[in-house]
C-alpha cells in the first residue's frame, strides 16, 4: 500500500523559512512530483511540480521564494523562504505512479506562519 509521509510543517514568524520534505513507501514506481497547499477557506492550489530532474514549474506567485527538489532516494522538498502570512495553509504533497495512472496524496502538514 502506497503511503505519503510529509514532515517539517510548523510555526514560523514572517520572513522565516521552513523546509519540507516528502517520502513515499510502499512501492518503488510511485515517487513525489509536486506540493499543493490548501489555505483557511480556499481551495487546494497549485504551488511547484518537477516534470522531470531539472525541469520544475512553479505557480507565478510562488517563484523567487519556494524551491522544489527531490533526492536521489526519490524524497522530495519545498524550501520555503520570506514566508508570509498568507503562506498559512497545509500543505500537501502529490505523489504519481511510474506504471499506471494513478496519483496519492499526502495527509498535509500545517505550516503557520504569524507574528
Known amino acids: 500500500q502506497v503511503h505519503l509521509v510529509e514532515s517539517g510543517g510548523g510555526s514560523v514568524q514572517p520572513g522565516g523559512s521552513l523546509r519540507l520534505s516528502c517520502a513515499v513507501s510502499g512501492s518503488t514506481f510511485v515517487r513525489p512530483v509536486a506540493w499543493y497547499r490548501q489555505g483557511p477557506g480556499k481551495q487546494r492550489e497549485f504551488i511547484a511540480e518537477?516534470?522531470?530532474?531539472?525541469?520544475e514549474i512553479y505557480a507565478n506567485s510562488m517563484k523567487g521564494r519556494f524551491t522544489i527538489s527531490r533526492d536521489v532516494k526519490d524524497t522530495m522538498y519545498l524550501q520555503m523562504n520570506n514566508l508570509k502570512i498568507e503562506d498559512t495553509a497545509v500543505y500537501y504533497c502529490l505523489a504519481r505512479s511510474r506504471i499506471v495512472s494513478e496519483e496519492y496524496w499526502g495527509q498535509g502538514t500545517q505550516v503557520t506562519v504569524s507574528s
Open positions: 518537477i516534470i522531470t530532474d531539472g525541469n
